[in-house]
């Protein structure tokens, strides 16, 4: 269901008239207000009246997670502290974590969007929704809350965790739709396999899934062991939460919030504008925003945009999946390989689980000339059967070697021994931390 037609079927030229006036307004607030943005347009030779076009935008200064750190944890803020009402945070891997606060109108308005996305991806007020997104200060858990109660969907606010509670009270009181990460959603079915319940025989018919990289193969994978639609939605602190962008049940690509969130794909090295289609990093400029409005942000999430209109009859930009943030990109031996590349090509093969682990040595920063790969095997198909499981390890680096033009090494390791995680899957790990 499209629930605010009025923006989101809205013509480009007008959708971008509304852009252009909102972003003049937030230039010209945050230059005034916000000492750092007023530095930086400064450094260069930027103001508010340079802003006339939607394409003058590629005048601003960029931002980046090290100016959260820096102006930690209010100097970002674009009102009075006394008119926040709610903090959220990232958890930020080292040093200080990003601060990020709401007032009631940025609540408010994230509460609209997050119904909107849910409503996107095929939720409506009949649904019973169970939250499994951690509650706290990750914007997970509020986020979809207030939005799901907006939409008048019946919200059961599980959190993640305590899974074996989470699967009675979804076989109880009805859930429709689950909300959580891929690797929970897969925790999920696990543990309920072995509570002897398997959850296609339950009314579950939707997983809203996201807050961190999975593969097409991946989706598949979890719709068919648990028996959903599984659509994917993405987010940041920084720029609100989840909620910047969602699948349509079309399922091909992500529409992007563009009445909130003004978006680019640039050349991660070169900071220039790509053209769409192009893949590259996505910068977030937040039309909306009150607390603390961001100017392009740079997300690191490598993407590509597709302004073609979509068969659902939404006019909004859709992103595709992201193959991974640019800090994760692995070089090895000079080929740069995403995490979540090495997950298609596992989950394309027969006889393998979807979890696994890349570990590397850091040493030299994200290169690695080993690429070592731990991949569980399928209950039924671990054996002492030496030759089964050697044709596998074969069948593995021969795919590997093939898709991403590197030689890895393969270690089959037995169901269920790989580390789970409740909220975000780490799936790269340094040899040290072994
Ligand atoms: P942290 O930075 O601590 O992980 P956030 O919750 O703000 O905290 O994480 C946002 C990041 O999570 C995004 O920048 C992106 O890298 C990742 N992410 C969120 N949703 C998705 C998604 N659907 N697909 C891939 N990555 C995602
Ligand atoms: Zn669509």
């Known amino acids: 269901m499209i629930r605010d037609p009025e923006h989101e079927t809205m013509p480009r030229p007008e959708l971008e008239k509304l852009q252009l006036e909102r972003l003049k307004v937030k230039v010209r607030e945050v230059y005034d207000r916000v000492p750092f943005y007023r530095r930086a347009f400064k450094e260069k030779g930027v103001t508010p009246d340079d802003i006339q076009t939607l394409a003058d935008l590629t005048k601003l200064p960029f931002t980046s997670k090290l100016d959260f750190r820096d ?24 040093g200080k974590p990003i601060i990020v606060p709401y007032t009631q109108g940025d609540v408010d308005t994230w509460a609209e969007v997050m119904a909107r996305t849910l409503a996107t991806a095929g939720t409506t007020k009949d649904d019973v ?42 076989q109880d009181l009805g ?29 579950l018919r939707l997983g809203v899934l996201g807050a961190e990289p ?120 000079g080929v740069n390989v995403f995490p979540s590349q090495i997950e298609s090509v596992l989950l394309d093969v027969e006889g ?34 030496m030759q089964k499981m050697e044709g596998l390890e074969k069948r593995l680096r021969s795919e590997m070697d093939s898709v991403l033009g590197i030689a890895a090494r393969i270690k089959l390791v037995e169901p269920r021994t790989i580390e789970r995680t409740e909220g975000k899957a780490k799936r790269v790990i340094d040899r040290s931390e072994l």
């Open 352 to 385: 393998v689980e979807p979890h696994y682990l890349i570990v590397v040595d850091r040493q030299h920063a994200f290169k690695s000339d080993e690429l070592e790969i731990w991949v569980e095997v399928s209950e039924g198909v671990f054996s002492d059967e």
């Open 129 to 170: 929704l169970q939250n499994a997104y951690g509650y706290g200060l990750f914007t997970g858990g509020l986020g979809f809350h207030d939005g799901a109660e907006r939409l008048g969907a019946l919200v059961i606010p599980t959190s993640s965790g305590n899974t074996k509670r989470q699967i009675l009270l979804l």
């Open 71 to 94: 102006n930690y944890p209010y100097g970002l803020m674009a009102v009075p502290l006394e008119q926040a009402v709610r903090i959220h945070s990232s958890s930020g891997t080292t």
């Open 214 to 333: 999975w593969s097409e193969q991946m989706r598949e994978d979890i719709e068919e062991r648990l028996g959903i639609m599984a659509i994917n939605v993405y987010g940041l602190t920084e720029v609100i939460g989840p909620g910047v962008s969602v699948e349509c049940p079309h399922k091909c690509g992500m529409h992007i919030a563009e009445d909130h969130f003004l978006v680019e794909a640039i050349d991660p090295e070169t900071g220039e504008q790509l053209p769409y289609g192009e893949a590259g990093e996505l910068v977030v400029t937040t039309l909306t925003k009150e607390a603390q409005p961001v100017i392009r942000f740079r997300t690191r999430d490598i993407i590509s945009l597709n302004p073609e209109p979509c068969e659902c009859g939404r006019t909004m930009v859709r992103m595709s999946r992201v193959t991974g943030r640019s800090d994760d990109m692995l070089i090895v031996r």
């Open 175 to 203: 859930t429709t739709v689950i909300t959580c990460t891929p690797s929970y959603a897969l925790i999920l079915h696990e543990t309920a396999r072995d509570m002897g319940i398997d959850l296609r025989d339950t009314r």
